[in-house]
């Protein structure tokens, strides 16, 4: 029998702090008053150079994000192998249409804490789009390759008393990535000033080898700076309570290892996500010399063929989980914690319990939020191993530097309790032949030896080579992006005995777009213009009865057939959760059209129909009953129009005009559709009212929901994703726009000409419609609603108080909504 096990264990994140923490540590975040140029200068002006035109600029920040979209921009031609294509053609807006290409410079005064020589400083980022040369007072402190990974430098050589210059250099090149990848400083910066004698940057490594719900044993190692020194260690719950102490004996060497154990521990999981924080101390002598606390989770994780695949404290788990970039719409890929965890609660509800970051490190704070809200996660480090993808992608670096980055991901991030696989690449062209397989060997192995907790995967799209190949035998978890056709083979073939939907789906779709007759489109790559049009018109939208897909890829059923029939396929990763900038397949050939349809949301973040798809798959808790599409169809009077409806429940009746159309019941039908959807594929269209009636296997009426025929728009609505939140400079609340008639129901086709207002504590941070096509700027208080909709982002200030939005909009009665500040 195929027997597979890897037993893993866990852990949580380093803290930080913008406060002096005992022991002498401090910790600053470089955030505010940083000037910055979009254009290259020379590094020997660095000290002297005038800046009177540089912007003053508050990290995260993204340069390209505010625009202007440009077709010419990073115009990529070529044939692109891993989507099948067969013939060389130019892509617009394949990166985003911003303008990211190009050099920046950004510069910050900053003083040392408590300055004496023989403290150890560390300037510390988490991010850097891309390739960064970081110089203090003029010289250069060191350098990095990989935009998306996390790195720092001692800098404590470059520093002086009173005031120092930081510099950061970063450039983008042309044809170095396949979406859009972001520009700037657009993770967090700090700096940790410490003694000479203290843990080491990401020194700490928590296990918990042992876990039952009576007693856990958690194992600590802690990486040290300096010999004769001892740890004592408080283990405190979420509510800070001490729940178990140690001290270590004396160590002489760079390392102190303890082991305690914690009574009746509360554990970790994807409903129950329990953290816990370790206090170290590190002593020497009896001083004080270093302090660090540590947030980890208390659980246990195994993958075993002959139990049933994955198990989460034992019983066995299903990845249900989606794909995500690491932009956020209209942010950029500036970071905000508050538009991450928005991102979280919407999945969160649809029943989605992991993410996999797609294709590189995630942030720090999607980590923090996923062990905070109980999500399995993911980690990948690269999109391009030694053959390339892209002229100027990772290939160029990655004999010398992929060592060093999965090095940094691992120490940065292994304490996460969120973290139960890492992903090594996702279809690398290195799949083919052996030397393939040995890079594979090559990064398998360091995962394993930085962390041997956790395994290691691929997502594989050349599943017949890496059965030939032996590549997808050598990977602790074979994962599959699509060729669903091949997973019988593919399972027989490899020795784990189980096998992962690393990437799933690929469906196509635009928010509230309907396209007719309805029917399944299979997406050909390698058709002429004139021919795709003939299928999709000059809409260059995706119909919204989810039956549209790429040549590579397929409907959603087709997996979850796999997931409900095949115990060894131990879950799946959906291509995407939410549309993201770049990559518009598959108008990425037509202009405009700049952001992704692949998204279950859309880059506004407003669920599209196959939300409730999913939702009524994953979310067993709550009802779901979801009817599609709407009902102002002025025109197709007496026409087909098929009615779908998405819900938990097997059957339900359909009513127009309360004459039934007939009950339909899942199962019954030609294809997989119809053992997941309930569609009435018959339906004429009469203006008036659709209303399901849903049975529960006793055929007892449970739910009923309704969509009227609107009338002319009338008035805006507004909904707010949150009323009352912190008067930090960096919350954010979304307001959700809607265009409705005079009843309040959602105008399907008004595309009015919105306009936003913010005044009091708050201001106007950015707007998105979800139209991949709409080339109107995020960063302006005024766009078009796509569909009835759009989502308006108002962020806070630091004062406590009022923020209020106006929305206005020609021949609409003008909204507003009051959100506080605390």
Not at 274 to 292: F, I, P
Request: proline letters at 4%; hydrophobic letters at 35%.
């Amino acid at each position: 029998m195929k027997h597979f096990i890897i037993q893993l264990i866990f852990l949580g994140l380093i803290s930080t702090s913008c406060m002096e923490q005992a022991g002498g540590r401090r910790v600053e975040l470089l955030d505010n008053n940083w000037q910055f140029i979009n254009e290259d200068i020379d590094g020997a002006e660095l000290l002297d150079c005038n800046t009177d035109n540089w912007e003053i600029v508050t990290i995260p920040h993204d340069w390209a994000i505010k625009g202007p979209f440009d077709e010419d921009i990073d115009k990529q031609s070529g044939i692109i192998r891993q989507n099948n294509e067969k013939i060389a053609t130019q892509k617009t807006g394949r990166t985003g249409a911003l303008p990211h290409v190009g050099v920046g410079w950004y510069r910050k005064t900053f003083t040392v804490p408590d300055y004496t020589a023989s403290k150890r400083v560390l300037l510390t980022f988490d991010g850097a789009m891309s390739q960064p040369q970081v110089f203090i007072n003029g010289k250069k402190a060191g350098e990095w390759k990989n935009g998306y990974n996390y790195f720092y430098f001692d800098i404590s050589q470059f520093v002086q008393a009173g005031d120092n210059l930081l510099a950061v250099r970063l450039e983008n090149q042309p044809y170095s990535s396949r979406w859009y990848p972001g520009a700037g400083l657009y993770r967090k910066v700090q700096l940790i000033v410490k003694d000479e004698v203290s843990f080491k940057h990401w020194g700490h490594f928590i296990t918990t080898p042992q876990v039952s719900n009576e007693s856990a044993t958690v194992n600590i190692r802690s990486n040290l700076n300096g010999k004769g020194v001892y740890v004592k260690t408080l283990i405190k719950d979420a509510d800070g309570n001490i729940v178990a102490r140690h001290q270590s004996e004396v160590s002489d060497g760079n390392e102190v290892e303890q082991t305690i154990v914690v009574q009746y521990p509360a554990i970790w999981d994807v409903d129950t996500p329990n953290l816990y924080y370790a206090e170290l101390n590190l002593y020497k002598n009896g001083v004080l010399k270093d302090q660090e606390t540590v947030r980890f989770g208390i659980r246990k994780i195994e993958y075993n063929a002959d139990k049933g695949g994955f198990l989460l404290n034992d019983k066995v788990t299903k990845f249900k989980g989606v794909c995500l970039h690491h932009d956020l719409g209209p942010l950029g890929a500036a970071v905000n914690k508050a538009a991450l965890k928005r991102q979280l609660t919407i999945l969160k509800d649809m029943g989605c319990n992991a993410i996999r970051s797609s294709h590189n490190m995630p942030s720090l704070e999607q980590l923090e939020l996923c062990d905070e809200m109980g999500f399995l996660f993911l980690a990948e480090s690269f999109d391009e191993w030694k053959k390339p993808k892209m002229q100027n992608g990772y290939n160029l670096f990655f004999d010398e530097w992929a060592e060093k980055d999965v090095v940094n991901l691992v120490h940065a991030t292994r304490n996460h309790p969120c973290i139960v696989m890492w992903s090594a690449g996702n279809e690398v062209p290195d799949q083919w032949g052996k030397e393939g397989v040995e890079r594979a060997r090559w990064l398998q192995d360091i995962f394993h030896r930085e962390d041997p907790t956790r395994p290691v995967t691929v997502g594989m799209d050349q599943v017949e080579a890496t059965m030939k190949s032996g590549f997808g035998a050598v990977m602790d978890i074979p994962g599959l992006n699509y060729r669903v056709h091949l997973y019988d083979e593919a399972y027989e073939k490899f020795p784990q005995g189980m096998l992962l939907g690393s990437e799933t789906a690929s469906t196509v779709s635009s928010r509230g777009f309907y396209r007719f007759p309805v029917k399944p489109i299979k997406d050909d790559y390698n058709a002429s213009i004139a021919q795709k049009e003939a299928i999709y018109g000059d809409t260059y939208q995706c119909s919204s009865y989810d039956l549209e897909y790429c040549g590579w890829s397929n409907l959603p059923e087709d997996d979850f057939v796999l997931q409900d029939d095949k115990p060894w396929v131990i879950g799946e990763f959906v291509w995407t959760g939410f549309d993201y900038l770049g990559e518009p397949t598959p108008f990425d050939q037509f202009w405009p059209s700049r952001s992704s349809y692949f998204g279950i949301c859309d880059l506004a973040g407003i669920p599209k129909d196959r939300y409730y798809l999913y939702r009524s798959r994953w979310n067993t808790e709550d009802e779901t009953l979801h009817i599609l599409p709407h009902w102002n169809w002025e025109g197709r009077e007496g026409e087909t129009t098929p009615v779908f409806v998405y819900t938990n429940y097997n059957s339900a009746e359909l009513f127009v005009n309360g004459v039934s159309q007939g009950i339909q019941t899942k199962g019954k039908g030609k294809t997989l559709q119809h053992r997941y959807r309930l569609m009435w594929m018959d339906v004429k269209y009469e203006p008036g009212t659709i209303k399901v009636v849903a049975f529960d296997d006793n055929g007892k009426v449970v739910a009923e929901k309704e969509v009227h025929t609107a009338g002319k728009p009338h008035h805006i609505e507004l909904s707010a994703d949150r009323r009352n939140i912190h008067a930090d400079g960096q919350d954010l609340a979304y307001v959700t726009v809607s265009v409705v008639d005079i009843d309040g129901n959602l105008c399907p086709y008004a595309n009015h000409q919105l306009e936003f207002e913010v005044s009091g504590a708050g201001q106007f941070k950015a707007v998105c419609n979800g139209d991949a096509t709409s080339l109107e700027m995020f960063h302006k208080p005024t766009m078009k609603a796509f569909n009835g909709q759009l989502v308006v982002t108002v962020q806070s200030m630091n004062e406590t108080g009022d923020i209020q939005l106006k929305v206005k909009s020609e021949g609409l009665k003008t909204a507003s909504i009051t959100i506080k500040t605390k």
